[in-house]
C-alpha cells in the first residue's frame, strides 16, 4: 500500500511530528506551504477564526497527485479548536474511494468540537476514514 502523508505546520512541531510518523509508515511526505504566510499574530487574529468557520488558505502547487496513493495521511495543527485552513484547502483536493487518516497537533487543546464535522468533511469527498487522532505536542 502506497502511503503519503500531507502536512501544515505553522511552528514546526507538526512537521517533525509528520516526518517521524512517515519513518513509522514507511511513507512519502509532503509540506503544504500558504501561498501567504501568516505571522504569529497573524494565526491568531486572523487564522483561528478561518479555522473556526473552516475556510480554507492559499496554498501552493503540490507536488504530486493523490491518485498516486493507497492512503493519505492529513496531519494539521488545531486553532480554536479546529484544524488549521490549510487542512480544508488539502480536503478539497482529496479524490474519492481515497483511505484516509487525520492526525491532528497541538500543545494544550484538542479538536474534539469540532471532530464531527471534520469528519463529515472526508465522508463527503467520498473517502474511507480510517483514523482520527488528536496528538498532544
Known amino acids: 500500500m ?11 512541531k507538526t512537521k517533525k511530528y509528520a516526518h517521524e510518523l512517515a519513518a513509522k509508515e ?3 511526505v509532503f509540506s503544504l506551504k500558504a501561498e501567504k ?14 479555522a473556526m468557520r473552516r475556510k480554507s ?3 501552493g ?10 492512503k493519505i495521511i492529513l496531519a494539521a495543527p488545531i486553532w480554536a479548536g479546529y ?3 490549510a487542512f480544508n484547502s488539502a480536503v478539497q483536493l482529496l479524490p474519492a474511494g481515497k483511505q484516509v487518516e487525520l ?19 472526508i465522508a463527503g469527498r467520498g473517502c474511507e476514514l ?3 487522532i488528536d496528538v498532544k505536542l
Open 2 to 12: 502506497k502511503t503519503i502523508i500531507v502536512y501544515y505546520s505553522f511552528s514546526g
Open 26 to 28: 514507511n511513507a512519502d
Open 37 to 50: 504566510p501568516r505571522t504569529v499574530l497573524g494565526a491568531f487574529l486572523v487564522g483561528a477564526p478561518a
Open 57 to 59: 488558505a492559499r496554498i
Open 61 to 70: 502547487t503540490l507536488g504530486f497527485g493523490f491518485e498516486e496513493y493507497d
Open 83 to 85: 484544524p488549521a485552513p
Open 103 to 121: 492526525h491532528f497537533t497541538s500543545g494544550s487543546g484538542d479538536s474534539s468540537k469540532s471532530a464531527q464535522g471534520t469528519k463529515d468533511l
Open 130 to 132: 480510517l483514523a482520527y
